[in-house]
DNA sequence: CCCATTTATATCGCACACGATAGAATCGCA
DNA sequence: TGCGATTCTATCGTGTGCGATATAAATGGG
């Protein structure tokens, strides 16, 4: 068996580079986002729901890739804060689909100008800044296999 | 202004292929964590200490890029769990200084093998494993840096 | 030497994130 | 058609993560 990702050093782990990048997007976030009153996962909520909204919970968690549980209570913070209205389908009543109010639309235009933030870190190097969006979903499919 | 991040899909987001890789990394190792009775946070806690021990609590947060105030109540359970003791340090009486048990250190060691399964993954691809990390600790430094 | 400042850790409040569970609506098959 | 299985959302419990705050110990300048 290779061995070559064990290392007694966290930080040479490709899995603690990935949590800590994580982290390090929350902080270079938060104070582009605290304006305007969202957290991180909900200003992903605002530009999923800025592409298409009018949909179920499920669809919402399938595209962010969470569970609807999550963001049950996070759609009840954003649909109180008057960003989104919830609806129960009528084609079927188990559905809620949420829509965008005119408020939630255009906080959703404000919040899409934020990633620009990051071209500017990126140096204006693009083909940098597509290779790690490649490399980090080849990861996501290699992590998500059954078993190899 | 350069406007390459910029994009209604989610998943073409830098953000959102970090945020979508650590959770990726969470479910993957969740399962393997599972017997050892860790989550991820407290497996990273115990390959720490697994490297140096008898630290104080901001040396661990230091490593692992954290706030002391996330790690206070992860040791206290870890502690309660039996694998670490906490000891108020001689020379200053401010500083806890952990150390892991007799089974934290058994613990720790089983757990440091769980990596090698990332290696699995990349199907012996060394290259691409260390590539990414070094592409991840340059995005960290880059999110990192005060603005420009 | 004394007291204001700094440092180290802990506690609290809030918001994820998910497994487990609940409850309602729909589906599917006999 | 009827009823068990499935689907969709919500609630609950536990464990992070962090900002704000608290407390105790160490530091340092007058």
């Not at 490709?14 to 996962?41: I, S």
């Not at 592409?51 to 919970?57: A, E, L, S």
């Amino acid at each position: 068996m290779q061995k070559f990702a064990n290392d007694p050093d966290p930080r040479r782990l490709l899995c603690f580079n990935v949590y800590a990048a994580h982290h390090a997007f929350n902080r270079f976030y938060q104070p582009l986002l605290e304006p305007l009153g969202l957290t991180y996962p909900q200003f992903l909520v605002m530009i999923a729901l800025h592409r298409q909204d009018g949909r179920g919970v499920g669809s919402l968690a399938e595209e962010l890739m969470l569970e609807t549980n999550t963001l049950s209570p996070l759609l009840k913070r954003i649909e109180g804060m008057g960003l989104i209205t919830r609806r129960r389908s009528q084609e079927d009543e188990r559905r809620v689909d949420v829509f965008l109010t005119d408020q939630g639309r255009d906080l959703a235009v404000r919040a899409a100008e934020i990633p620009d933030c990051i071209a500017e870190c990126f140096d204006g190097n693009e083909t940098t800044y597509r290779m790690m969006i490649n490399a980090l979903t080849n990861l996501r499919q290699m992590l998500a296999k059954p078993e190899e």
